[in-house]
């Protein structure tokens, strides 16, 4: 139940192109869902986060989908280029019914963005 | 100014050696948490510390044991190491209540 499955685990985009990564959960008391990015030798940052109560949410090129019946959220990069070439991670947790934001991350997606 | 900063950020050592890690962040925040990623990626949470208390500790062998002094600094000591202990070690922060967690750069750790 505190698993987070998320798809492809690896990923080849052009330039320009769009790309999208998958994720699914089980446990529905999980009411935050953010995406974090990680280059190589650093820390994840976080990317985008989005609570159950909206379908979508979309800051610059990046738009999370969420489908709260189907238990599944979506990443999606418009226009993607080659500096978004990094690992990307969804994850969940109980953010507003917890006592500290335990995030359960999904496999993570390696994204490459060819030029 | 690094926010959330660790050291060392490369440790090589030998089975049975014991090594701690050390975080420290500037950020005023209430929560810290150590994270371990392994070869595969993985990022798993092992603890986290509001105001220097302990609030979650999953299964981690009790080789490992957190230590937070104050609320801005948590460190990680390991006993009697293992090949398996081999990975990069985060560290986070939050403040309660808020989403984001900042990671550090992290530690990596081989064990040989």
């Known amino acids: 139940q505190q698993q987070v499955k998320q798809s492809p685990q690896s990923l080849i985009v052009q330039k320009g192109g769009i790309s999208i990564i998958n994720c699914a959960y089980e446990n529905t008391a999980f009411d935050y869902f953010p995406w974090y990015q990680q280059f190589p030798g650093k820390g994840p940052a976080l990317l985008i986060a989005i609570r159950p109560d909206v379908s979508e949410k979309k800051e610059g090129r990046f738009t999370i989908s969420f489908n709260k019946s189907a238990k599944q959220f979506s990443l999606h990069i418009m226009d993607s280029q080659p500096g978004d070439s990094a690992t990307y991670f969804c994850a969940a947790s109980r953010l507003y019914g917890g006592a500290t934001n335990k995030l359960i991350f999904g496999t993570g997606t390696l994204l490459a963005v060819q030029p | 100014d690094t926010a959330v900063s660790q050291t060392p950020k490369y440790l090589v050592t030998q089975m049975g050696n014991d090594k701690s890690i050390k975080c420290e962040q500037n950020l005023g925040h209430d929560t810290m948490y150590w994270y371990k990623q392994d070869s595969k990626k993985f990022l798993k949470i092992m603890f986290s510390?509001?105001?220097?208390?302990?609030?979650i500790n999953e299964t981690v062998p009790n080789r490992f044991s957190p230590k937070s002094p104050d609320k801005a600094h948590l460190n990680l000591h390991i006993n009697s190491l293992e090949l398996g202990d081999s990975a990069v070690y985060f560290c986070a922060s939050s403040q309660k209540r808020t989403g984001e967690l900042f990671f550090g750069e992290g530690s990596r750790l081989t064990v040989l």
């Open positions: 510390y509001n105001n220097k208390e302990l609030i």
